[in-house]
């Protein structure tokens, strides 16, 4: 099977962590070819890893969603040329993202612009100010879509004609904050939407933190 169909089958495999996932992949050494039983058995795995690994690979159940994730948005795996190299290189880089928008915003030069929920007229009046001056520069603002600081910084990039990435902590068929709603949507048609989520998963607290390597 070819990569991405491989790691979504390992995303949706119950019982299999980001840790084993990440064990399997790093002994495949971003291998961009097709990825068989013969290949997966070359691999120095424990056994019940092994199993796990094989019953992702041929689990039925597997297909019919993969084909619905694959209509909902775009998958890049980290065996994709489009994958970003800085995000490669991390500690813990997500093997699989998934994204609505504009891929060859990944492309470009990027800076990133996050704050607190709480903003202060002076951070605002400084976004105002900052986010235009990045726009003239070529940069590609990346924030968290998060109320306050983030959604500001969305906000302004869109109303200077400039170009968003937004990160966020959930799959992206919700809408998180829901006072953001609007704004995701305006997002997706005029910049970039990514998640590390599979597309249902529901935002909880402890996956924003997580989201913050991206």
């Given amino acids: ?40 058995n070359e691999l120095e ?30 998958v890049i795996t980290i065996f994709d040329p489009i994958y970003p190299d800085k995000l490669k290189e991390t500690f813990d880089p997500p093997i699989v993202l998934f994204a609505r928008g504009d891929l060859e915003l990944l492309k470009k030069k990027i800076t990133v612009i996050v704050g607190s929920r709480t903003p202060t007229q002076y951070s605002r009046k400084v976004l105002q100010e900052l986010v235009p001056n990045l726009i003239k520069q070529d940069f590609v603002i990346a924030s968290g879509l998060a109320k306050g600081v983030d959604g500001i910084a969305h906000e302004e990039t869109l109303k200077n004609n400039g170009e ?38 529901p935002p ?3 996956r924003f933190p997580e989201r913050n390597i991206i």
């Fill in 164 to 201: 968003t990435i937004a990160v966020v902590g959930n799959g992206l068929n919700h809408f998180y904050p829901r006072q953001n709603m609007e704004l995701q949507k305006e997002i997706i048609k005029h910049g970039l939407l990514l998640s590390e989520y599979l597309p249902d998963t």
């Fill in 45 to 74: 795995l424990s056994s019940d890893l092994r199993n796990k690994i094989f019953d992702a690979m041929t689990d039925v159940r597997f297909e019919k969603c993969i084909e619905r994730i694959l209509l909902q948005c775009e």
């Fill in 1 to 40: 099977m070819n990569p991405k169909e491989f790691c979504l089958r390992l995303k949706l495999q119950k019982g299999l962590g980001y840790a084993s996932i990440k064990k399997v992949i790093d002994q495949l050494g971003y291998y961009e070819e097709k990825i068989n039983f013969d290949l997966i």
């Fill in 204 to 206: 909880l607290p402890f």
